[in-house]
Every structure is written in C-alpha cells, then in structure tokens.
T-cell receptor, first 114, second 109 residues
Framework: DGGITQSPKYLFRKEGQNVTLSCEQN?????MYWYRQDPGQGLRLIYY???????QKGDIAEGYSVSREKKESFPLTVTSAQKNPTAFYLC?????????????FGDGTRLSIL | GIQVEQSPPDLILQEGANSTLRCNFS?????LQWFHQNPWGQLINLFY???GTKQNGRLSATTVATERYSLLYISSSQTTDSGVYFC???????????FGTGTRLLVSP
C-alpha cells in the first residue's frame, strides 16, 4: 500500500536538544512538505522541497532544518533554537511540481517538551 | 499573502441533520482541498476541488473560483462526522497550501 509514513508518533525533547522527525513516502511523489499545527489552529508551512537536494523555507522556518537527499525521504530537525516546539507536525507530498495537485498527508508526530 | 476564512467556527448538530460549511479566500487559487481531521489528528482528504462540484456519498463540495469561495455539504450527519473540517488553498503560482482555522463539528446521537 502506498502512503506517507511519519515516525515516531510521539516524541519528547529536553531543553537544548535537537530532535529529528522522519517522513518517508513510497508514492513516487516529487514534492514534500512539513507543516506545524498548534492546538485549535490550522496548519502552517515550515519547509517544502520540490526536488532532491533542493528545499525552500515556508512561513515559519526559524528554528527548523531539513534535508532532501532521497526522493522518498524528507526529515525535519527541530533545533534548540526553536523556543516553542510543542506542536503536532504533519508531513505531506504531492505528485508533481509545476502543476496543482492534491497533497496527501501522513499521520503526524506529536512533539512535547520535557 | 492569501487569507482563508472558514465559517462557522463551531457547529453542533443532531444526528441526521444537514449542514453547510463555507470557505472564503482572498486571491486566485489553483488548488483547493477539504480535509476532515479526526480526534486522533489524522487528516483525511475529502475533496480536491479547485473548481466545480463533486460528490462522495453523503458529502459534496462546490467551489466557485471566480467568486472565491467553496462550500462543503454534509447530509444526514453521523456521530463519526465529528471532528474539524479544514479548507486549504493553493495560491496560483505556488505549490504550498494555506489552511483556514477550521470548523469544529460535533454530531450528537
């Protein structure tokens, strides 16, 4: 079954620690995205990548970093510079760049501060 | 940037009732999606509907792109319809989605 897999489902971070959230897709999609959702809010775009080895900042990129070394994978690192990291993080992908196509989402990772 | 407004913010229905959710957006779009977020946080794709009308069972959606709004209709609501419904739009020329703040629906038995 094709889809987007995010891991872990729950993650706890200590103060001053970097943590990495995994996102893998086997849909052969070109573009991948990371969104953040705070309680009672909609999703906001952190970073996106349209092709391997290329990515762009979204609306709230400060305190986050990404890499896109493989088409299937788009990990997100929440750095210690992100002062309010507690949130629900969702990864998405879409089939092709340059054309409007629906985005498909993983099941998310909940990050909390210890 | 583009603004996305959803109404109503909260909705309480009795099982079996019908409802209409609205999404207004402030600029031209080439992508519009409706999602249902269940209590576990999963975002379920309901419709990809940048224009026109689509139906899927008890749900249907209409987007009038020239007037910058979309409507989601839920008929004969069930308790499993409870959750948050999001409208998300893709501004023309961009691949990203901009989300509204959602409509929280509670369907009681």
């Amino acid at each position: 079954d094709g889809g987007i897999t995010q891991s872990p489902k729950y993650l706890f971070r200590k103060e001053g620690q970097n943590v990495t959230l995994s996102c893998e897709q086997n849909l052969n999609h070109d573009a991948m995205y990371w969104y953040r959702q705070d309680p009672g809010q909609g999703l906001r775009l952190i970073y996106y990548s349209q092709i391997v080895n290329d990515f762009q900042k979204g609306d709230i990129a400060e305190g986050y970093s990404v890499s896109r070394e493989k088409k299937e994978s788009f990990p997100l690192t929440v750095t210690s510079a992100q002062k309010n990291p507690t949130a629900f993080y969702l990864c998405a992908s879409t089939i092709t760049l340059g054309q409007a196509q629906p985005q498909h989402f993983g099941d998310g990772t909940r990050l909390s501060i210890l | 940037g583009i603004q996305v407004e959803q109404s109503p913010p909260d909705l309480i229905l009795q099982e079996g009732a019908n409802s209409t959710l609205r999404c207004n957006f402030s600029d031209s779009v080439n992508n519009l999606q409706w999602f249902h977020q269940n209590p576990w946080g999963q975002l379920i794709n309901l419709f990809y509907i940048p224009s026109g009308t689509k139906q899927n069972g008890r749900l249907s959606a209409t987007t009038v792109a020239t007037e910058r709004y979309s409507l989601l209709y839920i008929s004969s609501s069930q308790t499993t319809d409870s959750g948050v419904y999001f409208c998300a739009v893709g501004p023309t020329g961009f691949q990203k989605l901009v989300f509204g703040t959602g409509t929280r629906l509670l369907v009681s038995p």
